[in-house]
């Protein structure tokens, strides 16, 4: 759930925020908020729901796209992104502001500073224009959970020389890493690779919630997890 961490961290929303810090199950929190329910009151189709509409709106979901994934009336997707919107009223700010900013300086940043230029943002065509705002509001977000696994990546491969480790770094997908790990250090390397992941937005940048990081291991990546 690295994005919608960074999500939290950019937006400075307080129930994203106070979720994280409380590991709270960010799905669940989200259906409370939307529907208005106790936390023993969310059935599991209030969690999808939920769900999708948290990893949507990291990619400027609209209502279409959100009644496609979620089988529902276009009308009830809208009334569910408004919702959600109200409840967090940190990221719908967070979403005006860089659309805004985009438009003015023609691009966005990551979180470490990396840009993407948007010269799409200020189009007449509403498609080119509309996609560029999308990626405008996704870009710091997705972008910077890139840069944080990369400088993960990077402190991994210092660490394992540094702590004579017999583990070697197999593969990157999305927000995991997986190794190949001798079995007699299995536990040490656990321990490191948690560690590290962890702390690496340090010392470049501190999010206002934690990165939590859970570790599988088995004979093969499915059994890992």
């Given at each position: 759930q690295i994005e919608l961490r960074v999500l939290a961290h950019i937006a400075?929303?307080?129930?994203?925020?106070?979720?994280?810090?409380?590991?709270?199950?960010?799905?669940?929190?989200?259906?409370?908020?939307?529907?208005?329910?106790a936390k023993d009151e969310v059935t599991s189709n209030m969690r999808r729901h939920a769900k999708a509409v948290n990893f949507g709106i990291v990619y400027g979901i609209s209502d279409y796209g959100l009644s496609q994934s979620l089988?529902?009336?276009?009308?009830?997707?809208?009334e569910f992104i408004k919702k959600y919107l109200e409840s967090f009223p940190g990221v719908k700010e967070y979403m005006d502001d860089i659309v805004q900013?985009?438009?003015?300086?023609?691009?966005?940043?990551?979180?470490?500073?990396?840009?993407?230029?948007?010269?799409?943002?200020?189009s007449r065509n509403f498609n080119l224009r509309s996609f560029a705002e999308r990626t405008a509001m996704n870009t710091p977000i997705q972008g910077s959970a890139?840069?944080?696994i990369k400088k993960a990546m990077i402190d991994m491969a210092a660490r394992l020389k540094e702590e004579n480790l017999q583990?070697?770094?197999l593969l990157q997908v999305h927000d995991e890493l997986i190794f190949e790990v001798a079995e007699a250090q299995v536990d040490q390397t656990r321990a490191v690779?948690?560690?590290?992941?962890?702390?690496?937005?340090?010392?470049a940048l501190e999010l206002s919630v934690p990165l939590d990081v859970d570790a599988g291991t088995g004979p093969n990546w499915d059994d890992a997890h």
């Open positions: 400075k929303d307080e129930k994203l925020v106070e979720a994280f810090r409380n590991d709270m199950d960010i799905h669940t929190k989200t259906a409370m908020d939307v529907f208005g329910v089988d529902i009336t276009r009308k009830e997707a809208g900013d985009a438009k003015q300086k023609g691009y966005v940043t990551t979180l470490l500073n990396r840009r993407r230029y948007l010269p799409e943002i200020t890139a840069d944080i583990s070697r770094l690779v948690k560690q590290v992941m962890e702390g690496a937005c340090a010392p």
